[in-house]
């Protein structure tokens, strides 16, 4: 299912399951929402607790690193990675879905070389589920140096992040890919806010998109979403269907400056949890074997807690 872009980025929420489970070594960053405490990286992995998980990472890993994902992928991953012209775009797509994979495989606890990937109803890719297994959706998306991915069990789910960039004539954008409702109102902000309410815009309304798996056989206008930066993430309207409205939940998804990103769900009332992962996270060196079990839990630790933004 492809994915409306606003420039040539390499923004994608194609998910596949690899091969050789790698271990998470020591606790990722997590932030739970709701009680602003840390987490440990297994807490991570357990979808049945009816919420939804959003992973991220930054695209800057190491060449090691780069090479023991890609060794994840299948061969037709590893093929539409290398067909990026920009080694940028590779790593970032060879990271993408590597973590994927071994997010998956850790949270089914499967070999990630098992599991399975086909194309859905307008190409979204899915995961064939286990008979022993409730069904997990998954979404991936990366621009600039964030990779998100969402994860949640027995819930579509999809996510969206957006580099902003200055100097775009987003009046004339919007008026082909909004709302009239969308519009009206952006015209209306002050020019220094049209910017970044178009960015949020553009997120929220991408998330539920993809959430939903509907590509582009749903038209961008008809449905609407909240775009000012004081509106908290909310699916305004939707046409034919009233009701449709409802059925989904959105949220902000803060990255700081620079950056922004929503993920849509299905249902209201899902907890949302946020986890920050890097090389070290998954790729720690090996203890020596002279190392007593003290140390080794040292290693093992917490790192520090992420700085929760203000929504």
């Known amino acids: 299912m492809p994915k409306r872009s606003l420039s040539c980025q390499t923004d994608d929420y194609v998910s596949i399951i690899g091969a050789n489970s790698l271990l998470v ?25 009816g919420g939804v998980h959003v992973w991220r990472t930054r695209r800057h890993w190491s060449p090691a690193a780069i090479t023991r994902f890609r060794d ?41 070389d ?45 996510v969206d992040v957006e580099q902003m960039r200055s100097g775009m004539a987003v009046l004339e954008i919007a008026q082909r890919v909004f709302s009239e409702a969308e519009r009206t109102g952006l015209a209306a902000l002050p020019a220094a806010a049209r910017e970044e309410s178009f960015f949020i815009c553009w ?35 939707t046409r034919p269907d009233p009701g449709e409205a409802s059925r ?11 950056y922004h990103a929503a993920v849509a769900a299905a249902g209201s009332g899902w907890q949302l949890r946020q986890w920050h992962v890097d090389e070290h996270d998954l790729f720690e060196v090996c203890v020596m ?15 520090s807690e992420l700085a929760r933004k203000p929504r």
């Not at 060879?94 to 606890?109: A, F, Y």
């Not at 539920?208 to 993430?233: E, M, N, Q």
């Not at 074997?289 to 790192?303: E, L, V, Y």
């Open 25 to 49: 070594t020591r606790a990722t960053q997590a932030l739970s929402e709701d009680t602003n405490t840390l987490q440990s990286p297994q807490a991570g992995c357990r979808l049945g607790d």
């Open 72 to 112: 994840l992928l299948s061969s037709e991953e590893r093929a539409k990675a290398d067909a990026f012209h920009f080694e940028a775009d590779r790593h970032r797509a060879i990271v993408g879905r590597g973590l994927l994979r071994h997010l998956l495989g850790t949270c089914l606890n499967r070999p990630p």
């Open 114 to 158: 098992a599991l399975q990937i086909f194309a859905g109803q307008n190409g979204k890719p899915e995961l064939v589920p286990a008979l022993d297994a409730a069904p997990v959706a998954f979404n991936v998306s990366h621009s600039g140096d964030w990779i998100l991915i969402a994860l949640a069990q027995q819930r579509a789910v999809g």
């Open 203 to 237: 997120t929220r309304k991408e998330a539920y998109i993809k959430a939903r798996g509907d590509g582009l056989s749903l038209p961008l206008g008809s449905f609407d979403v909240s775009f000012r930066a004081t509106d908290a993430a909310q699916l305004l309207a």
């Open 248 to 258: 989904w939940t959105l949220r902000d998804l803060p990255l700081g400056s620079g």
């Open 289 to 303: 074997p002279t190392q007593s079990a003290d140390s080794k839990r040292i290693r093992s630790g917490s790192s």
